[in-house]
């Protein structure tokens, strides 16, 4: 629902800058010994986080005063603490593969990016975590927004007037969940030989009335029928490959805090339901817009009962 990292926009500004400066930049001196300068609900927030953000700021062309990026970092914080009190999880290989893809559209391996983000003064493991969050917080507030912008009978009628009377058509999952469970305290051990049992599986998949049949006899494997999702609703990290994927196949494997998992895909067809059109309508070019406003709000929100403390 709501654009994923917003990283995309200025990724291109952000390596430039980078690499046209990299000349004349040097690491940051050995900081001195990192002090907390602010407690965030339990969180602490060091000057060393902060040195990292306002180096992360400058590369994106905004103001790098400490300031700035300490306001940043406990707007980072109080995230990050929803995100776990919400049970949004992101995944290591999920932030990593977003770190990936954004070397790669500016052509560059990740390893350049790494030195990139070292010459700054950012480090990859900050920019990571900033990948994370905004990761986590997209997912919160696509869930928000799907809860709270619910378009009238009336705002739909003038939408579809002023397509001269034609209501818009929207994508129709019927998906299925298959997931391979790995305890978290087993995952070393285990991991690898769920790859291969969910592999085999997903192979196998050729629609969702025999999943449960084959499943049969493998040891913590759930299979989770998801009726009637529409495009607009699927969920951000799946769907790419969920609209990849053809009616009666599966989506490659993916590594999740669960286990190994996969979407079959039962059916898609195209539909023009007012369910359908409401969702299209109220998302059309609006998006951003609405999400910058309700990620606003939202945060102000969790400021107002958040405890935080400064050093």
Not at 50 to 68: H, T
Not at 172 to 196: C, D, H, S, T, W
Not at 290 to 300: D, F, H, Q, R, T
């Amino acid at each position: 629902m709501v654009s994923a990292v917003r990283l995309k926009k200025t990724a291109v500004t952000l390596i430039a800058c980078a690499m046209l400066g990299a000349g004349s930049m040097l690491p940051l001196a050995a900081a001195h010994a990192s002090q907390i300068r602010y407690i965030v609900n339990d969180v602490a927030v060091t000057s060393y986080d902060i040195e990292r953000r306002a180096a992360l700021n400058r590369l994106f062309r905004q103001k790098g005063d400490a300031k700035k990026a300490a306001d940043d970092m406990i707007e980072q914080s109080l995230k990050s603490v929803e995100m776990e009190r919400r049970g949004i999880r992101i995944a290591k290989k999920q932030v990593d593969d977003a770190y990936a893809r954004f070397a790669t559209s500016n052509k560059l391996q990740p390893a350049q990016l790494d030195q990139v983000m070292a010459q700054a003064g950012v480090t990859k493991q900050h920019m990571k975590e900033f990948i994370r969050v905004q990761m986590g917080w997209s997912q919160l507030l696509g869930a928000r927004f799907r809860s709270t912008s619910g378009m009238s009978e009336q705002d739909m009628v003038q939408k579809v007037f002023e397509l001269g009377g034609k209501k818009p058509s929207s994508t129709e999952y019927m998906l299925q969940k298959v997931v391979f469970v790995v305890p978290a305290k087993e995952r070393g051990a285990i991991l690898a030989k769920r790859k291969r049992e969910a592999e085999a599986l997903r192979q196998r998949f050729t629609g969702c009335e025999t999943t449960r049949q084959f499943a049969k006899g493998l040891i913590d494997v759930t299979v989770q029928d998801i009726p009637r999702v529409l495009e607009p609703e699927l969920p951000p990290d799946w769907e790419k490959q969920i609209k990849a994927t053809k009616a009666g196949g599966a989506t490659p494997t993916r590594e999740t805090n669960a286990g190994v998992e996969f979407i079959g895909i039962c059916s898609s067809r195209e539909v023009n339901d007012d369910r359908a059109a409401q969702l299209v309508l109220q998302n059309d070019g609006k998006l951003d817009e609405k999400a910058e406003e309700l990620s606003k709000k939202y945060v102000g929100e969790l400021r107002k009962s958040a405890r935080i403390t400064e050093r």
